[in-house]
């Protein structure tokens, strides 16, 4: 007997877990206070909906600035890479970053996000990249762009102010 309740009670969670993977039932998730019905996005909050792009440019002498050069938040797929890929801590480290402080300059005082570690971090590691010959300062933007089928324009989401290099 025990072992038909087990089962009943398994088969309710794989159903119930299924169900809930489809947005059109959102009651699912509200009751669930012990979070034990899954979500099965593979470790992406809606996978697909859309990219960030973390771009920076320089400030030159004359009041002049660089193109915007982007900083690859991932790097292009591969079968090597699923093997042996030594860099995807500090792109994921980075891709955190950029997501963190998207969602840091939504909630907080625009003064008080260029003291964010989100913001430091981001800054730090532009800081770090190449410059143009000449540059005295830098700046830094964040782009959402629609994901996979990339159809719109890029939305600028945030855009720092010039740091000194």
Do not use: C
């Not at 990219?51 to 790097?75: C, G, K, T, V």
Request: proline fraction near 6%; charged fraction near 20%; aromatic fraction near 12%.
């Amino acid at each position: 007997m025990s072992t038909i309740v087990v089962i009943v009670i398994l088969a309710a969670w794989l159903l119930v877990s299924i169900v809930s993977q489809f947005d059109a039932v959102p009651w699912i998730k509200q009751r669930d206070v012990f979070s034990l019905i899954p979500r099965w996005s593979f470790f992406a909050p809606r996978p697909g909906t859309f990219d960030y792009h973390l771009l920076y440019r320089d400030f030159l002498a004359e009041n002049q600035y660089s193109q915007w050069q982007e900083i690859p938040l991932a790097d292009e797929r591969s079968l090597h890479g699923a093997i042996w890929n030594p860099d995807k801590r500090g792109k994921k480290a980075l891709s955190d970053t950029v997501r963190s402080l998207t969602r840091l300059q939504q909630t907080s005082r625009p003064a008080a996000l260029p003291l964010s570690i989100p913001y430091l971090t981001a800054l730090n590691y532009v800081s770090a990249q190449r410059h143009e010959a000449g540059a005295t300062a830098t700046q830094f933007m964040i782009v959402r762009t629609d994901g996979f089928v990339d159809e719109g324009q890029p939305r600028l989401i945030f855009r720092s102010e010039l740091h000194r290099l």
